[in-house]
């Protein structure tokens, strides 16, 4: 079975901290993604990454950035958090032609 | 603009009584569409996939139908369990690595 873990179920951190959110899949997958989801919402894409070190910003990329050092991991950064971003945030790989994505089980951030 | 629509945006029903969730997407072109099912403070998890040759496909209760003239795909969930409270989401996917378009989900509530 594909395995998508992220770092963290729960974490709270402050205003202006820079926050860390790591994700990690055991099935080789090429492509990595990042999404928030708020009520009424629905999951928007922040970033995603096709290969080690590359990346592509997604519909709302602000005040976010990405690391993809090796093809297991990808990380979302928020440089100087902010109490917008409070969000749940999933993780998801799919392998090449992105035909169906496994996701991880979620990190619930609150900022503030 | 790739959309997807999902109605209702949430819904009540009694235990063992059945329910129909609707997804209406102008995505093109068109690859396939997947019903992930979502439980609170989850990752999002596949319940069916619909290619463009596909009507029907079953999985146990969950039955999905895709109508791709019109564009509209449902799923119908028979005999409902408390275990079947959850969002489901409906998800568009274009072609090639292009990124997934997501429908903002149904909130399905089943009470005893």
């Known amino acids: 079975d594909v395995k998508v873990t992220q770092s963290s179920r729960y974490l709270v951190k402050r205003t202006g901290e820079k926050v860390f959110l790591e994700c990690v899949q055991d099935m080789d997958h090429e492509n990595m993604f990042w999404y928030r989801q708020d009520p009424g919402l629905g999951l928007r894409l922040i970033y995603f990454s096709y290969d080690v070190k590359m990346k592509e910003k997604g519909d709302i990329p602000e005040g976010y950035s990405v690391s993809r050092e090796k093809k297991e991991r990808f990380s979302l950064i928020l440089e100087s958090a902010s109490t917008n971003q409070t969000s749940m945030y999933l993780c998801?790989?799919?392998?090449?032609?992105?035909?169906?994505?496994?996701f991880g089980p979620g990190t619930r951030l609150t900022v503030t | 603009k790739n959309q997807v629509e999902q109605s209702p945006q949430s819904l009540i029903i009694l235990e063992g009584k059945n329910c129909t969730l609707q997804?209406?997407?102008?995505?093109?072109?068109?690859?396939?569409l997947r019903w992930y099912k979502q439980d609170t403070g989850r990752g999002p998890v596949s319940l069916t996939i619909?290619?463009?040759?596909?009507n029907t496909k079953s999985n146990g209760r969950y039955t999905a139908t895709l109508d791709a003239d019109t564009k509209q795909s449902s799923l119908h969930i028979t005999a409902s369990q408390l275990s079947d409270s959850a969002s489901y989401i409906c998800?568009?996917?274009?072609?090639?690595?292009?990124?997934?378009?997501f429908g903002k989900g149904t909130r399905l509530s089943v009470i005893a």
């Open positions: 619909m290619t463009f040759s596909e």
């Open positions: 997804c209406n997407y102008t995505v093109s072109p068109f690859s396939n």
């Open positions: 998800v568009v996917r274009s072609g090639g690595n292009t990124p997934l378009v």
């Open positions: 998801a790989s799919s392998p090449p032609g992105n035909y169906e994505q496994y």
